[in-house]
């Protein structure tokens, strides 16, 4: 009984093995390179990637239960629609997939809409799976860190709708702890709405950096186009596109919780969500 991740390096899927580890599950981990991978010691390697069939098929040989997390890249729904058949083909009933919140309400954003149809794929392939649809990753906010205590700018243009953002440290928990479930037995297919304690707008994440600096933080305000420059600097235009559509998608809808998604995390937890002034203390004090 061998429970695959995918995405092993990834933000999310070292927290899914760091949890998997902590409670005694049997991992295989799929990497791209073992030298680089850097996981817990005695974590079982697989070589590969998703559109490489044959290392695929080693990697799935004799698992159990797989964790489905694509990294955003221009075939990440090919990946993921290769990846499930020859989940199929090894035999292999049980699936957890990392999707996102509103997945099938942002149908104009290319990554959102690609995991919409996988979401659609694994409920027509009839896996025993959970859907994990998390909202915006507070740990996303490390790539801005710097401009916020150097400039005293907040420069995500999330809006005034607001976002539930999540710890990546809860949403690795809350995967494993699915995967475990599957993996003691058959249980109806279950979509999870993954969100933090607190939904937060653009200005209420600046003026939470405030109190933890000490000094005034300010929102950047809501240009997506200039958000999209920005981004090109450093990632392909297509990419910078995607999170600019993204990013208005945010202005215009946000990304808000139902009623009982947090007591229910809550409750599986069996603790408190970690917030986002926890997320901003922590790399204050490591600056």
């Not at 990294?71 to 729904?77: H, S, T």
């Not at 997320?279 to 490591?286: D, L, N």
């Amino acid at each position: 009984m061998t429970i695959l991740v995918t995405g092993a390096t990834g933000t999310v899927g070292r927290q899914v093995i760091r949890q998997l580890a902590r409670r005694g599950a049997d991992i295989r981990a799929l990497v791209r390179d073992p030298a680089k991978a850097d996981l817990p010691a005695g974590v079982p390697v697989a070589t590969g990637d998703f559109l490489d069939v044959d290392a695929m098929r080693a990697a799935l040989s004799g698992v159990s239960t797989l964790f489905l997390l694509n990294a955003v890249v221009p075939d990440e729904f090919t990946q993921s629609l290769v990846t499930l058949n020859l989940a199929r083909e090894a035999g292999i009933a049980r699936v957890v997939y990392l999707s996102v919140i509103h997945s099938d309400l942002f149908v104009n954003v290319p990554h959102f809409a690609g995991k919409s149809g996988v979401e659609r794929m694994i409920d027509g392939m009839g896996f025993e799976a959970t859907i994990l649809r998390p909202a915006y990753f507070i740990d996303n906010d490390r790539t801005v860190a710097d401009v916020v205590m150097t400039h005293g700018v907040y420069p995500m243009p999330i809006g005034h709708k607001g976002l539930a953002m999540i710890d990546a440290r809860d949403i690795g928990e809350i995967a494993a702890l699915e995967l475990i479930r599957r993996e003691q037995g058959a249980a109806p297919p279950a979509r999870l709405t993954l969100v933090g304690p607190e939904t937060l707008t653009g200005p209420d994440v600046a003026g939470l950096w405030a109190e933890v600096l000490g000094r005034p933080v300010a929102y950047g305000g809501d240009d997506t186009a200039g958000f999209e420059g920005r981004l090109r600097a450093f990632m392909p235009p297509w990419m910078a596109f995607d999170m600019r559509l993204m990013a208005e998608r945010f202005q215009t809808d946000g990304m808000l919780p139902e009623a009982g998604d947090r007591e229910r995390l809550t409750a599986m937890l069996g603790r408190p969500l970690h917030t986002y002034r926890d997320f901003a203390t922590t790399v204050a004090a490591s600056a």
